[in-house]
């Protein structure tokens, strides 16, 4: 079946440095999500991505499909230190089913 | 706003014992979904429904099973609880897949625990 890839598993930065996830599938995609996990919470839904080689923005966060859709990355730029947590991307096998990476884990030195 | 609910944060469960986890969600979501997450793992599918009555196996659906009596209410069991079930179970929910944002909501999780 299909399989979602995510790499670093962890991160640690210094607040203000630059933090990038990145995310392989071994089939294409249909789209791409992307959550975001706070430490002790639940998974929270980030932003999806449907087309080939979209660039979407959210303040300093920024998230790309490639353009053969079978990859993904979140950037975010400065960190702070409530980006913490466990990034996941997700990518829908079939019609219903989300297949999740292993996710990213942030963790940041003020 | 959504909201999932699930029944216990925490519980303690012996080896062996039947173990029921309820999952309920308010907006009338078709789908429901139980993950169960452990480090390194990320979040992996046990079972899903997309209707009542409805089921359908995850990744990993040995040595459990569910039951959807009711749209809003979704329960993953436990026939006879392993340490090695020993997790943080995540339930949520989602409307139909029609091409369109299709987002999952989570509940806070239950963390079980078998001795």
């Known amino acids: 079946g299909q399989q979602v890839m995510q790499i670093p598993q962890y991160q640690h930065v210094q607040e203000g440095e630059d933090f990038t996830t990145y995310c392989n599938s071994s089939?294409?995609?249909?789209?791409i999500q992307w959550y975001k996990q706070r430490p002790g919470g639940h998974p929270v839904f980030l932003i999806q991505l449907v087309k080939s080689g979209e660039v979407k923005k959210q303040k300093r966060l920024t998230f790309q499909f490639g353009e053969a859709k079978k990859n993904s990355s979140l950037h975010i730029t400065a960190t702070q230190t409530t980006d913490v947590g466990t990034y996941f991307c997700?990518?829908?096998?079939?019609?219903?089913?989300?297949?999740f990476g292993q996710g990213t884990r942030l963790t940041i030195n003020p | 706003d959504v909201k999932v609910t699930q029944s216990s944060r925490y519980l303690v469960k012996r080896t062996g014992e039947k173990v029921f986890l309820e999952c309920v969600q308010d907006m009338d979501h078709e789908n429901m979904f139980w993950y169960r997450q452990d480090p390194g793992l990320g979040l992996r599918l046990i079972y899903f429904?997309?209707?009542?009555?409805?089921?359908e196996k995850g990744d990993i659906p040995e040595g459990y099973s569910v039951s959807r009596e009711k749209k809003e209410r979704f329960s993953l069991i436990l026939e006879s609880a392993s340490t090695n079930q020993t997790s943080m179970y995540l339930c949520?929910?989602?409307?139909?897949?029609?091409?369109?944002?299709?987002?999952?909501?989570f509940g806070a999780g239950t963390r079980l625990s078998v001795l």
């Open positions: 949520a929910s989602s409307p139909p897949f029609r091409g369109g944002k299709n987002i999952q909501y």
């Open positions: 089939t294409t995609l249909s789209n």
């Open positions: 997700a990518g829908y096998q079939g019609a219903q089913k989300l297949v």
């Open positions: 429904s997309y209707d009542v009555k409805m089921k």
